[in-house]
């Protein structure tokens, strides 16, 4: 009886020293903040979308694939991000809009509740949709040398790194796990030419190269 309690005792420390290492947000201190006011600036990966940005666009979405070309564009104030395959099909048609959020179109394989709401979240944090009012916090994460700015989105966190004053990733958390990341690379005259957006507890990657024009 002795050995076995020992052997319960023993798993259960080995669990709970492997769920505090596995998690990355174990060690997050609080260095300023939260403030709503030009203290602390979320600075997007786009400086200027008045001319669109267009991207080739590879999406993997639930052991389907779809490819084509993605444009990102402002329009009065909103963000219009547009899909279509290379012969013209479109996929989808979203506009952000200040506060609001709206599907021109969708195509009818992509009309599911949860991978509209994936897409809304995924592509609407890339164009910095919902973030005008956010309460932003600037902490330190051990290990991590980038600074780093934190925001609250519902029930997730929002956490977003800069190095030399470039947005370089972005990603959407729990308390204990990284639930996606977005990865900005290779700027260049201030465009960052890759984006990737990796999903740690669904079926959904984009990756999205520049087409200079």
Known sequence: MKSRKFKVGFFTILLFVASCASNPYKNVTVVFGPVMDDRITLVSAFKDLSKGKLYKAKVEVLKNYLSGLLMIKEVKGSKRVIFTSETGLKFFDFEFAPDTFIVHYVLEQLDN????????????????????????VQVKIKGEDALVHRTKDKEDWMYYYYQDERLNKIERAS????????????????????????HKDFKMNIELTYIKR
């Open 113 to 136: 509740k949860h991978v509209l709401n994936t897409l809304r979240e995924d592509i609407g944090t890339v164009v910095f949709h919902g973030v005008e009012n956010a309460a932003i």
């Open 175 to 198: 308390d204990k796990k990284k639930k996606v990341i977005i990865t900005f690379e290779n700027y260049e005259e201030d465009i960052p030419q890759l984006i990737n957006i990796v």
